[in-house]
């Protein structure tokens, strides 16, 4: 007769442990995608799972995201402050789904000439000098996973502010995920202004 | 009223060109396969052009059907589906989405036109063809089914444009990439529930059948049926 | 377990998942300031052409920022740039009016196609070893135009060979200046499917030496006698949205359309009436229907004019033609002939066309007079609904057309053309000729190669030099179609995306080589960049045509690059313009090969997918299913099923084929539509190189053709060849029709 009774959260725990065991065994085990096969365009025969790694997995699982690193501390509080409007710098965002980043060409439009001293601005004009774009680190976006096709357009074309996902980006130096964008979040907005709930507005 | 998406392919135009079935690959990310895993059945063509002979030489006829998504009003594939990855959307269109699909397969299995097409693996571009992949289109990863969608990426597009406008769709204005690209027009989309549209007044064609219509599917695709030559020796 | 213990491990088990890092600009590629300024996720449309087989059809190609891996200053980094994400038909174009064929789709897949090659190639190994050496543009146009002046300043004169595709447009211009200033040199075209006996026919029976325009929309009956004109012949695209219109555009009329070949085509697939011709008789059978026509008077047989009078027999109303006189030659009962006459002539407009293999007999010169004397009396020729000849598009038409390629590989090899310098330009010699022509050893003797190919395919892997063309979509296009419209077509299109690749455009580099030679040469060309050369043709046309809407050539310009082209009414030529030749009697089709020993029509013909070859090396090509047989990367031999069964060959059986010229193996495929005598080979695989895709795949039926000719033209006559068969083993295709593959995977056809 065994006495020996296990809490649900240690079978829970082994359950999990389990798992990933046997997913870390089977990552070294068979190899993600043969060379050749790839070489040839052609699918593997091997297992091809959907994340190359078990920590990109837990990672997308726990929705962990790493802090972005911004090659340059690019403060929107500054430029913001100085009267200019969210739409002077992500041009297209009420065209397309997309709220462009500019380039350095942009950047430099103004920054030849203002606060030139300025150690971030001369980190500016050295990627500019090399011929080098800015590597700006994404701060929000979607996992691949999720498929969503969020399209910028048409929300800012019904009203809704930048700051309503975004935060109060004139209160931000460096740019930061200040609003979690989950899918609760946008259903209850969308929910609470009419707009369509359908699955297949947004994943496709 | 909202929109009803359907659908009619008139064989008597359709000369078998496939050219749908390569616009469809371009506009939708569809990977190819290769050549082992097209030995195994694997290939994922969303619509195909089934050909059948009929006849012995020198009396012989081919006759070609291309044969896509039927997006069903009564799908068998949606009833199956335990994350309701396949679903029913408000435009009449059988959904797929991707991120709630475990890649069960009831679906695929559940469907009498065949048109559902797994993805066994992940999908691989040998660069730099992935820079050819279209940003409107999801990349299905691994495990998840895939299927014709009507292009609703452009069915999107088209009403959120009407919207920005501020007016209405119109007829013909919206269309999937099959249907843009078939030289002889054999393929017709539009409002089903608009009876002005080109497709509501094909759809009552006397030459119009449904595939399979006696399972019951109620699919959203009209085939007009290949018509003959009316005239005579003498005429 | 108590609950903290079970959040710790959680803890751990997010920490190590949380230390790989990304979103650290230091672990990525560097990024190159871009160099266009485009909102992303947002797509234009920009005009261009389509270049996967002659037809021309205008393109509209959706751009749109992307992220490409480039080499800068010998640098790798990511560069936002348009990319060309799909391509369409442009509707305001003539031609494509808005449609495009399944190659035409795919023309995206050449642009970024991973075995492209990247920048300039200098041979290193020996020759076909396939070993080069990247070298730089400055190098490798200083190595061409080096070569060149060397035979500019020979005293003889001569030794400098093109071998090219068919070249329209600005492109020929160069050729031809070319060719003028180096005296003695040779332009040799290397297609494989040409209109070179359509031709030359309709310049006998009409005057006019173009391939001419069918105008299906408006036709109400159609007799194509082997013309695959709904697949891969002439203007297809033009020709599908004619034949649909023809079909079930016009309320309460329906067209008649009679197909008549010994194989059931593509476009045999959707005629009301498929009528098996036996090889070589389609002239005869045409003449057939002619003389029904005539003799129940249903038409004067005046009124087939010069095309009449070309036909020996005609004034006496063809009696050698009677029906039931040639009934056994053709294969065709006399009361189906006698019917279809009657139909055609009572259902005006009637039209009738020739080409495929009914053109590649040694009597194929013949069968097009026959078939253009039919149409000439049923009242078609410059008719709607008949075949058109618009003036204007005869003008790019080559008064003299390109040397053959036959007997160009012949006089090199026996020294009578003592070629120094080979230039290859959008061309494939060692895959598109015949094993038996010899072009190979020709190639052999040729000092030097150099090839303006993009792939590595067989001859240019042969060649001394390659300087790689860009893609279509990355170049300055123009074009002058032949066909396809009734309307005088000239089309323009800048480049749709920026080079991926250090590649430039060839007419761009043969400018250049041209301003380094000089002279006479550097006179005819003067100019820098071939956008240049473009525009100084639509100045040229705008001179001559005029225009409506642009107020001076500027504008003209302007107007041409925005849409596409420039294209206007024309009035079609009439057929008047003939005379002279002596009338020809029938000929019976030559076939090589005794019949008692080979018993079988070979009959290669052209593939939906891969058109000639030259597209095999796209991938959504190969993974397509073949129309017909349902194939996919792979290559077949089509058997009649009773002839399989009295060979006691079975689907996936690997046979040889054996032609008195040479041998391959092909899995066969019991395929209803073709004749008990016939056996039928898609042209397209086989390729020994040709990318990743296509290398070392199936086998290529033109390799084991005869060396035979169609009479008066010299062209290939590729139907006239006649095989063996013997099963050799199995082998295993894959079909997407149904069923899965016969035999076991691990016989693999190789």
Same mark, same amino acid.
Request: proline letters at 6%; charged letters at 20%.
């Given at each position: 007769? !065994?006495?020996?009774?296990?809490?649900?959260?240690?079978?829970?725990?082994?359950?999990?442990?389990?798992?990933?065991?046997?997913?870390?065994?089977?990552?070294?085990?068979?190899?993600?995608?043969?060379?050749?096969?790839?070489?040839?365009?052609?699918?593997?025969?091997?297992?091809?799972?959907?994340?190359?790694?078990?920590?990109?997995?837990?990672?997308?699982? #726990?929705?962990?995201?790493?802090?972005?690193?911004?090659?340059?501390?690019?403060?929107?509080?500054?430029?913001?402050?100085?009267?200019?409007?969210?739409?002077?710098?992500?041009?297209?965002?009420?065209?397309?789904?997309?709220?462009?980043?500019?380039?350095?060409?942009?950047?430099?439009?103004?920054?030849?000439?203002?606060?030139?001293?300025?150690?971030?601005?001369?980190?500016?004009?050295?990627?500019?000098?090399?011929?080098?774009?800015?590597?700006?680190?994404?701060?929000?976006?979607?996992?691949?996973?999720?498929?969503?096709?969020? %399209?910028?357009?048409?929300?800012?074309?019904?009203?809704?502010?930048?700051?309503?996902?975004?935060?109060?980006?004139?209160?931000?130096?460096?740019?930061?995920?200040?609003?979690?964008?989950?899918?609760?979040?946008?259903?209850?907005?969308?929910?609470?202004?009419?707009?369509?709930?359908?699955?297949?507005?947004?994943?496709? | 009223?909202?929109?009803?998406?359907?659908?009619?392919?008139?064989?008597?135009?359709?000369?078998?060109?496939?050219?749908?079935?390569?616009?469809?690959?371009?506009?939708?990310?569809?990977?190819?396969?290769?050549?082992?895993?097209?030995?195994?059945?694997?290939?994922?063509?969303?619509?195909?052009?089934?050909?059948?002979?009929?006849?012995?030489?020198?009396?012989?006829?081919?006759?070609?059907?291309?044969?896509?998504?039927?997006?069903?009003?009564?799908?068998?594939?949606?009833?199956?589906?335990?994350?309701?990855?396949?679903?029913?959307?408000?435009?009449?269109?059988?959904?797929?989405?991707?991120?709630?699909?475990?890649?069960?397969?009831?679906?695929?299995?559940?469907?009498?036109?065949?048109?559902?097409?797994?993805?066994?693996?992940?999908?691989?571009?040998?660069?730099?063809?992935?820079?050819?992949?279209?940003?409107?289109?999801?990349?299905?990863?691994?495990?998840?089914?895939?299927?014709?969608?009507?292009?609703?990426?452009?069915?999107?597009?088209?009403?959120?444009?009407?919207?920005?406008?501020?007016?209405?769709?119109?007829?013909?204005?919206?269309?999937?990439?099959?249907?843009?690209?078939?030289?002889?027009?054999?393929?017709?989309?539009?409002?089903?529930?608009?009876?002005?549209?080109?497709?509501?007044?094909?759809?009552?064609?006397?030459?119009?059948?449904?595939?399979?219509?006696?399972?019951?599917?109620?699919?959203?695709?009209?085939?007009?049926?290949?018509?003959?030559?009316?005239?005579?020796?003498?005429? | 377990?108590?609950?903290?213990?079970?959040?710790?491990?959680?803890?751990?088990?997010?920490?190590?998942?949380?230390?790989?890092? !990304?979103?650290?600009?230091?672990?990525?590629?560097?990024?190159?300031?871009?160099?266009?300024?485009?909102?992303?996720?947002?797509?234009?449309?920009?005009?261009?052409?389509?270049?996967?087989?002659?037809?021309?059809?205008?393109?509209?190609?959706?751009?749109?920022?992307?992220?490409?891996?480039?080499?800068?200053?010998?640098?790798?980094?990511?560069?936002?740039?348009?990319?060309?994400?799909?391509?369409?038909?442009?509707?305001?174009?003539?031609?494509?009016?808005?449609?495009?064929?399944?190659?035409?789709?795919?023309?995206?897949?050449?642009?970024?196609?991973?075995?492209?090659?990247?920048?300039?190639?200098?041979?290193?190994?020996?020759?076909?070893?396939?070993?080069?050496?990247?070298?730089?543009?400055?190098?490798?146009?200083?190595?061409?135009?080096?070569?060149?002046?060397?035979?500019?300043?020979?005293?003889?004169?001569?030794?400098?060979?093109?071998?090219?595709?068919?070249?329209?447009?600005?492109?020929?211009?160069?050729?031809?200046?070319?060719?003028?200033?180096?005296?003695?040199?040779?332009?040799?075209?290397?297609?494989?499917?040409?209109?070179?006996?359509?031709?030359?026919?309709?310049?006998?029976?009409?005057?006019?030496?173009?391939?001419?325009?069918?105008?299906?929309? %408006?036709?109400?009956?159609?007799?194509?006698?082997?013309?695959? #004109?709904?697949?891969?012949?002439?203007?297809?695209?033009?020709?599908?949205?004619?034949?649909?219109?023809?079909?079930?555009?016009?309320?309460?009329?329906?067209?008649?359309?009679?197909?008549?070949?010994?194989?059931?085509?593509?476009?045999?697939?959707?005629?009301?009436?498929?009528?098996?011709?036996?090889?070589?008789?389609?002239?005869?059978?045409?003449?057939?229907?002619?003389?029904?026509?005539?003799?129940?008077?249903?038409?004067?047989?005046?009124?087939?004019?010069?095309?009449?009078?070309?036909?020996?027999?005609?004034?006496?109303?063809?009696?050698?033609?009677?029906?039931?006189?040639?009934?056994?030659?053709?294969?065709?009962?006399?009361?189906?002939?006698?019917?279809?006459?009657?139909?055609?002539?009572?259902?005006?407009?009637?039209?009738?066309?020739?080409?495929?293999?009914?053109?590649?007999?040694?009597?194929?010169?013949?069968?097009?007079?026959?078939?253009?004397?039919?149409?000439?009396?049923?009242?078609?020729?410059?008719?709607?609904?008949?075949?058109?000849?618009?003036?204007?598009?005869?003008?790019?038409?080559?008064?003299?057309?390109?040397?053959?390629?036959?007997?160009?590989?012949?006089?090199?090899?026996?020294?009578?053309?003592?070629?120094?310098?080979?230039?290859?330009?959008?061309?494939?010699?060692?895959?598109?000729?015949?094993?038996?022509?010899?072009?190979?050893?020709?190639?052999?003797?040729?000092?030097?190669?150099?090839?303006?190919?993009?792939?590595?395919?067989?001859?240019?892997?042969?060649?001394?030099?390659?300087?790689?063309?860009?893609?279509?979509?990355?170049?300055?296009?123009?074009?002058?179609?032949?066909?396809?419209?009734?309307?005088?077509?000239?089309?323009?299109?800048?480049?749709?995306?920026?080079?991926?690749?250090?590649?430039?455009?060839?007419?761009?580099?043969?400018?250049?080589?041209?301003?380094?030679?000089?002279?006479?040469?550097?006179?005819?060309?003067?100019?820098?960049?071939?956008?240049?050369?473009?525009?100084?043709?639509?100045?040229?046309?705008?001179?001559?045509?005029?225009?409506?809407?642009?107020?001076?050539?500027?504008?003209?310009?302007?107007?041409?690059?925005?849409?596409?082209?420039?294209?206007?009414?024309?009035?079609?030529?009439?057929?008047?313009?003939?005379?002279?030749?002596?009338?020809?009697?029938?000929?019976?089709?030559?076939?090589?090969?005794?019949?008692?020993?080979?018993?079988?029509?070979?009959?290669?013909?052209?593939?939906?997918?891969?058109?000639?070859?030259?597209?095999?090396?796209?991938?959504?090509?190969?993974?397509?299913?073949?129309?017909?047989?349902?194939?996919?990367?792979?290559?077949?031999?089509?058997?009649?099923?009773?002839?399989?069964?009295?060979?006691?060959?079975?689907?996936?059986?690997?046979?040889?084929?054996?032609?008195?010229?040479?041998?391959?193996?092909?899995?066969?495929?019991?395929?209803?539509?073709?004749?008990?005598?016939?056996?039928?080979?898609?042209?397209?695989?086989?390729?020994?190189?040709?990318?990743?895709?296509?290398?070392?795949?199936?086998?290529?039926?033109?390799?084991?053709?005869?060396?035979?000719?169609?009479?008066?033209?010299?062209?290939?006559?590729?139907?006239?060849?006649?095989?063996?068969?013997?099963?050799?083993?199995?082998?295993?295709?894959?079909?997407?029709?149904?069923?899965?593959?016969?035999?076991?995977?691990?016989?693999?056809?190789?």
């Amino acid at each position: 007769m !065994c006495r020996f009774r296990l809490s649900n959260y240690l079978r829970i725990a082994i359950a999990v442990g389990a798992v990933v065991l046997g997913l870390a065994i089977l990552q070294r085990v068979l190899p993600a995608q043969s060379a050749d096969t790839a070489a040839q365009g052609q699918s593997s025969d091997q297992f091809t799972p959907s994340h190359r790694t078990i920590s990109g997995a837990i990672r997308e699982f #726990f929705y962990i995201r790493s802090k972005p690193v911004q090659p340059i501390a690019y403060t929107h509080k500054v430029h913001l402050g100085n009267g200019m409007q969210c739409t002077d710098c992500h041009v297209g965002v009420d065209q397309g789904p997309d709220a462009r980043i500019p380039s350095v060409n942009f950047c430099m439009t103004c920054h030849q000439v203002i606060a030139t001293d300025k150690p971030e601005i001369k980190k500016l004009a050295a990627y500019k000098a090399r011929g080098e774009d800015i590597p700006w680190q994404r701060v929000y976006g979607f996992e691949p996973e999720a498929h969503v096709k969020f %399209n910028h357009a048409p929300h800012i074309r019904a009203g809704v502010d930048c700051s309503v996902c975004h935060g109060d980006m004139r209160q931000q130096t460096v740019a930061e995920r200040k609003v979690d964008h989950t899918m609760g979040f946008c259903i209850d907005c969308h929910k609470q202004k009419g707009a369509s709930v359908d699955c297949v507005t947004c994943h496709y | 009223m909202a929109h009803q998406w359907g659908m009619v392919i008139d064989l008597d135009r359709c000369t078998g060109c496939e050219a749908c079935v390569v616009a469809c690959h371009a506009e939708n990310n569809i990977s190819t396969v290769g050549e082992d895993q097209a030995r195994r059945s694997r290939a994922k063509h969303w619509i195909r052009v089934e050909r059948y002979y009929e006849g012995e030489f020198p009396d012989v006829q081919v006759k070609f059907m291309p044969v896509l998504c039927q997006q069903c009003d009564a799908a068998p594939c949606e009833p199956v589906c335990p994350t309701f990855a396949s679903y029913h959307t408000s435009e009449g269109l059988n959904g797929q989405i991707y991120n709630r699909c475990i890649g069960t397969r009831y679906c695929a299995n559940a469907c009498p036109y065949v048109v559902r097409y797994f993805n066994f693996f992940n999908p691989v571009w040998d660069k730099p063809l992935n820079l050819q992949l279209n940003p409107d289109v999801s990349v299905r990863e691994v495990g998840v089914m895939e299927k014709c969608t009507f292009c609703v990426q452009r069915i999107k597009a088209g009403e959120i444009k009407a919207e920005a406008e501020k007016r209405e769709l119109k007829d013909g204005e919206i269309q999937p990439a099959c249907v843009q690209s078939c030289a002889p027009r054999a393929m017709v989309f539009g409002d089903l529930n608009d009876p002005e549209s080109e497709v509501s007044r094909l759809a009552n064609s006397g030459r119009a059948t449904k595939l399979l219509a006696e399972l019951g599917t109620r699919p959203k695709v009209t085939y007009l049926q290949r018509d003959a030559w009316h005239g005579h020796e003498n005429a | 377990m108590e609950r903290r213990d079970f959040l710790k491990i959680s803890a751990i088990a997010g920490a190590t998942a949380a230390l790989e890092g !990304c979103g650290n600009p230091d672990h990525q590629l560097i990024r190159f300031v871009p160099e266009e300024d485009l909102l992303p996720g947002i797509a234009t449309w920009k005009p261009s052409i389509c270049t996967q087989c002659p037809a021309g059809c205008g393109m509209m190609v959706r751009v749109m920022q992307g992220e490409a891996e480039v080499i800068r200053k010998g640098q790798l980094g990511l560069l936002k740039m348009g990319l060309a994400k799909k391509l369409e038909g442009n509707p305001a174009h003539p031609i494509s009016q808005g449609k495009l064929c399944p190659r035409g789709q795919a023309g995206l897949q050449v642009t970024y196609h991973p075995d492209r090659i990247k920048n300039p190639l200098v041979r290193e190994g020996a020759r076909g070893s396939g070993q080069f050496k990247e070298i730089g543009w400055d190098d490798a146009i200083k190595q061409l135009a080096s070569q060149l002046s060397t035979l500019h300043t020979s005293n003889p004169p001569g030794g400098l060979a093109f071998v090219t595709g068919p070249l329209r447009g600005q492109r020929k211009t160069i050729l031809d200046a070319f060719t003028t200033s180096f005296q003695g040199s040779y332009a040799v075209g290397a297609a494989f499917l040409d209109d070179s006996v359509a031709r030359a026919a309709n310049g006998a029976s009409f005057g006019h030496a173009a391939p001419g325009t069918v105008d299906l929309a %408006n036709s109400n009956y159609v007799l194509s006698f082997g013309a695959d #004109f709904l697949g891969t012949w002439n203007s297809p695209v033009a020709q599908n949205v004619g034949f649909g219109h023809m079909r079930k555009g016009r309320p309460g009329m329906r067209g008649k359309f009679v197909q008549f070949e010994p194989r059931i085509s593509q476009t045999g697939a959707s005629a009301d009436e498929f009528v098996a011709v036996q090889p070589g008789a389609e002239g005869v059978l045409a003449l057939a229907i002619a003389h029904v026509v005539i003799a129940e008077k249903r038409k004067p047989l005046a009124s087939a004019g010069h095309a009449g009078s070309l036909i020996d027999g005609w004034a006496q109303g063809l009696p050698d033609y009677a029906p039931e006189k040639v009934a056994a030659q053709t294969g065709v009962k006399a009361e189906t002939i006698a019917r279809i006459a009657r139909e055609a002539a009572s259902h005006d407009p009637a039209v009738a066309i020739i080409g495929d293999s009914a053109t590649a007999q040694t009597n194929g010169y013949f069968n097009a007079l026959a078939v253009n004397a039919l149409n000439a009396l049923l009242g078609s020729v410059g008719k709607p609904g008949g075949i058109l000849f618009g003036a204007g598009l005869n003008a790019q038409a080559s008064k003299s057309g390109p040397a053959s390629l036959e007997l160009f590989a012949s006089q090199v090899s026996s020294g009578a053309a003592p070629v120094k310098v080979l230039l290859v330009y959008n061309a494939n010699p060692i895959f598109s000729a015949p094993t038996a022509w010899g072009v190979r050893a020709a190639l052999d003797k040729i000092p030097f190669i150099a090839s303006f190919a993009s792939f590595m395919d067989e001859t240019a892997l042969l060649a001394d030099l390659i300087l790689p063309d860009s893609s279509p979509l990355e170049s300055w296009l123009d074009d002058v179609p032949p066909s396809g419209s009734a309307k005088f077509v000239m089309s323009v299109a800048p480049p749709a995306m920026a080079p991926l690749h250090d590649t430039r455009s060839a007419p761009d580099v043969l400018l250049d080589v041209a301003q380094r030679i000089g002279g006479d040469l550097a006179k005819a060309l003067p100019w820098k960049t071939y956008d240049e050369a473009i525009q100084a043709a639509f100045a040229a046309l705008y001179k001559e045509k005029g225009s409506k809407t642009a107020k001076d050539a500027d504008e003209f310009w302007s107007r041409a690059k925005d849409q596409g082209g420039w294209w206007t009414d024309e009035p079609s030529a009439t057929a008047n313009g003939a005379s002279g030749g002596r009338p020809i009697k029938a000929s019976a089709a030559q076939f090589d090969g005794e019949a008692s020993q080979y018993p079988f029509h070979f009959l290669p013909f052209a593939s939906q997918l891969f058109y000639d070859g030259s597209l095999a090396n796209l991938p959504w090509m190969q993974e397509a299913p073949d129309p017909l047989s349902t194939v996919m990367w792979g290559t077949w031999l089509e058997i009649n099923p009773r002839t399989a069964q009295k060979l006691n060959i079975q689907r996936g059986d690997l046979v040889e084929v054996s032609s008195p010229h040479g041998k391959l193996q092909a899995p066969a495929l019991i395929a209803p539509g073709v004749a008990p005598d016939v056996v039928a080979m898609p042209i397209g695989q086989g390729h020994e190189s040709y990318t990743r895709y296509a290398s070392g795949r199936g086998a290529n039926p033109i390799s084991i053709l005869a060396p035979a000719t169609v009479e008066g033209t010299g062209a290939l006559a590729w139907a006239a060849t006649r095989v063996k068969l013997s099963a050799v083993g199995r082998s295993a295709m894959i079909l997407f029709g149904g069923s899965l593959t016969e035999a076991s995977p691990e016989l693999k056809h190789r």
